[in-house]
């Protein structure tokens, strides 16, 4: 066999309760910190407000769309997330943005769990507690918590159970726990199909040519026809183009970033060829927000490297019983240091987030309005949301119109930005309230009558 977990020590009952202390204080901190951005405006749109939209339109029995991302545009046709239905619930519970937030953190802090769990018994429960710190730490996990929701984080617990039970032979039980994986988003049944790989090379031959088989073919119908399907331009919108040779040194420092927290020492395991997948797709695309650490990219490869250093430790020698602990620990304490200069660094003090506040609120419920990037999440909840992104179309003049200031450059310019509102104020919307931070637009009920 390819993968041999050693016999685990003696396990006391502190020992067992480690990796739930560890996922228990990482949901806490995780949690914290992603309110705490919605709280200061750090949160976004694009993507916290276009991922309520949907989870919002399941927990109403619709079919999930997104107004951000256009006017009653399926968000199926953007990416393939089916698994957001299972929020449906929760967020009639709670209909606001933090209820996915606290879900996200729920999910990546859950898969500390086996990922300690793995730690602990090759490295004893010191070096162990200390890993299961490293990896609640690392970086791909602090990235994603630090930019809004996606779906991924269900893939994030999914992967570290999968990997924990092909680790430990069991192979139909990492086979049902990665299976999930192709109702969270396109790219991820070629995941399931590595898992397939890894059951092959551990002489698990027919089972494991049965989920590559699958997982090659899911991703060939969602891209090539689910997805067009559902996508109002009739393609998928991801495609994007190749360029394999392009930002070496970017992909590089990605890559050593992923193996360095680990002593390389998952280089040693073949449970690391489930990252291969993910990180092929990100290298070869055109589109250079792939190939570094930002975002909620490196999320899905968080738990396999952990767990694949778990397994790589044993065969690298005594010295990397201390290297692996020590360098999990030492960059993740830097990550939370790199990921903190941005949760401190707000756009409007206090008093000026009070007045947005205000101003927002005079915007009744169930009603339209455009709004700016940051400023959306507040009102995805309640009120039908455009992007404000520019002049709306002639056919598109929503009631209200609220405008950040700052307002970010992103996507377009800020002079086309701001001569977008003084071309409302010409043609029928005029400034009902504001402040130094925001300006909110009312159309006139005379323009709507003609």
């Known amino acids: 066999m390819l993968i041999d977990l050693a016999p685990a020590p003696a396990r006391t009952r502190e020992t067992r309760a480690v990796p739930y202390i560890v996922a228990a204080v990482a949901f806490a901190g995780y949690a914290a910190w992603s309110l705490q951005r919605l709280r200061t405006f750090d949160a976004s749109g694009f993507d916290l407000g276009i991922f309520e939209q949907a989870v919002r339109s ?18 199926l046709g953007d990416h ?26 729920l999910l990546f802090a859950l898969s500390a769990v086996p990922v300690t769990r793995c730690a602990l018994e090759v490295l004893g429960a010191r070096r162990g507690a200390v890993v299961g710190a490293g990896y ?22 999914m992967l570290a159970f999968a990997t924990e039970h092909l680790l430990r032979q069991r192979w139909r039980a990492a086979v049902w726990c990665a299976l999930p994986l192709v109702l969270v988003k396109e790219d991820l049944p070629m995941t399931l199909a590595a898992v397939g790989i890894v059951l092959v090379l551990n002489r698990q ?40 040779f392009g930002g070496a040194i970017v992909k590089v ?16 395991s073949p449970l690391v060829l489930l990252a291969v997948p993910t990180l092929l797709w990100r290298l070869v695309s055109a589109n ?38 020590a360098c999990a620990l030492v960059v993740g304490l830097g990550s939370v240091g790199l990921q903190a200069a941005h949760l401190t660094s707000g756009v409007w003090t206090p008093s000026q987030r009070d007045g947005i506040d205000a101003v927002l609120a005079r915007i009744p419920d169930d009603a339209t309005v455009m709004a700016s990037n940051r400023l959306a999440p507040r009102l995805t909840s309640r009120c039908t949301v455009l992007f404000f992104d520019g002049y709306p179309h002639p056919e598109l003049r929503p ?13 377009t310019t800020l002079e086309s930005k701001a001569a977008a509102v003084t071309e409302l104020e010409r043609t029928g919307y005029r400034q009902v309230d504001g402040t130094d931070s925001v300006v909110l637009l009312h159309r006139a009920v005379e323009t709507s009558q003609r």
């Not at 975002?295 to 690298?316: K, N, Q, T």
Request: with cysteine.
């Open 399 to 411: 009631e209200w119109v609220v405008v950040a200031n700052p307002e970010q450059s992103w996507p």
């Open 80 to 105: 393939f997330h089916p698994i957001l239905a299972l929020l449906a619930p929760f967020y009639l519970l709670w209909p606001s943005p933090g209820c996915l937030l606290v879900a996200q953190a």
């Open 205 to 244: 031959r027919r089972l494991g040519w049965a989920v590559v088989a699958f997982g090659v073919a899911t991703t060939a119908s969602l891209v090539l026809v689910v997805l067009p399907a559902l996508n109002p331009a009739g393609a998928y919108a991801h495609s994007g183009g190749f360029n394999p």
């Open 58 to 75: 399941y927990a109403h029995g619709s079919w999930p769309v997104s107004d951000l991302l256009g006017p009653g545009a399926p968000t």
């Open 288 to 325: 250079d927000r792939y190939w570094g650490m930002g975002y909620h990219y490196s999320a899905v490869l968080m738990p396999i490297v952990f767990i694949a250093a778990a397994d790589g430790v044993r065969r690298a020698g005594p010295r990397s019983r201390t290297l692996l602990p």
């Open 253 to 268: 420092s990605m890559l050593l970033a992923l193996l360095v927290p680990t002593a390389f020492t998952a280089l040693r």
């Open 136 to 157: 609640v730490l690392s970086w791909g996990l602090l990235s994603a918590v630090n930019f809004d929701f996606h779906e991924v984080c269900f893939a994030v617990p």
